[in-house]
């Protein structure tokens, strides 16, 4: 049996259910690389070119850790799943960059699908979709069956995260929990926080140093950008005066925008990757949005591979203490960005 390796960083937090089927109903063995680890950080910081964002970095790192045990590697060049915004550039020069970096690399299977580009509608994900089938199976059945289940498999995947806008009130009115239930802290209040970056952030433990336990130890509520209903993230990018063209980062906005007018939260706390240009774009509206209503505070932790977990614990922490004082001593709010 083949084996197809998926590097599990960037785009796998978004589309691994539909990866991962397409490639099991091919008859292919999908081979995941591990969770992050110290050695694939080790590897990633080694062999990523210096100016790459941590995440990309990342992801020479997984790759390093499938080269030896899969047939194929599928690094798709993925430009974006809807018809008018885009993912970020890096994710279509990716496979390329690592033919280059990485000589001894197994095949790579890299369609490339635009969806904001005219044409790469859904005629052509199929047609390229079914183009990858052919290396694995001459029988249509198959690869069209594998086609129609991936996509499946990948619509159930965003109904299980995405919630709807009910949901999303009656978790602001604490009547539900969406994520990791939050400890039970003696004396002290439950906090509500709105925790914003890129999924292959928030998903990925080590990447993000662990900050959602973190969040869950201290007696807090949490609700992430990837789980916010869409229809309010696009009324909140109506209300800008230009189109955000990045499409992840409208997510983040668009999060930012709903609970800093809304004021349903203690807070937000926004994740975001050094030298990343989408999130200096988002991040730097947002910054100018909450010094203009500073009621819900807004805590920007900037990570790359330098930044250590004990950094990270004391920020959450300080920020924590703070909403929890802000209430009974009126303190001061301010919106925070630190290099961590
Ligand atoms: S969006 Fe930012 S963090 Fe994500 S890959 Fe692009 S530059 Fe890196």
């Known amino acids: 049996m083949k084996k197809v390796g998926i590097p599990r960083a960037l785009l796998y937090y978004k589309f691994s259910e539909m990866w991962t089927t397409f490639f099991k109903e091919l008859g292919t063995e999908a081979v995941v690389s591990p969770k992050t680890t110290k050695q694939i950080k080790f590897d990633s910081v080694k062999n990523a ?5 941590y995440s990309t970095k990342l ?3 997984h790759v390093l850790a499938l080269k030896d045990q899969v047939d194929y590697l599928f690094i798709p060049r993925f430009g974006s799943d809807h018809h008018t915004y885009v993912g970020c ?16 690399l197994p095949e790579i299977i890299m369609p490339h699908y635009n969806k904001a580009k005219s044409g790469h509608r859904k005629i052509a994900f199929f047609r390229k979709a079914y183009k990858v089938g052919l290396k694995f199976t001459k029988n249509p059945i198959k690869i069209i069956r594998a086609i129609i289940k991936a996509v499946k498999a990948q619509k159930n995947h965003y ?11 009656k978790w602001e009115r604490s009547e539900t929990i969406l994520n990791e239930p939050p400890r039970y802290v003696e004396n002290e209040r439950q906090l509500k926080i709105a925790l914003v970056g890129h999924s292959y952030v928030l998903n990925d433990p080590y990447s993000a140093l662990g900050i959602r336990t973190s969040l869950q130890e201290h007696g807090v509520d949490f609700i992430t950008s ?42 937000i706390i926004h994740l975001m990757i050094f030298s990343c240009g989408p999130d200096s774009i988002a991040g730097e509206v947002a910054a ?24 990270m614990k004391t920020r959450i922490e300080a920020f924590i203490d703070m909403l929890r ?16």
């Not at 960059?97 to 001894?104: F, G, N």
């Not at 203009?292 to 004990?310: G, K, N, S, W, Y």
């Open 49 to 53: 070119p210096d100016e790459d964002c």
């Open 59 to 61: 992801y020479f790192g």
């Open 89 to 104: 550039p890096k994710f279509i020069g990716l496979a390329e960059v690592l033919r280059s970096q990485i000589p001894d």
């Open 159 to 169: 109904k299980t995260i995405l919630i709807d806008e009910e949901t999303l009130h």
């Open 226 to 267: 990837e789980q916010m209903p869409r229809n309010l993230i696009d009324k909140q990018m109506d209300k800008l005066d230009y189109d955000l063209y990045f499409l992840y980062e409208r997510e983040i906005l668009g999060a930012i925008m709903h609970f800093m007018e809304s004021k349903t939260v203690d807070g």
């Open 288 to 311: 100018r949005l909450s010094k203009r209503d500073p009621i819900v505070p807004l805590l920007q932790l900037v990570f790359d591979e330098l930044t250590a977990e004990a950094g």
């Open 325 to 340: 004082r802000s209430e009974d001593e009126q303190t001061l709010l301010l919106t925070t960005k630190v290099h961590i």
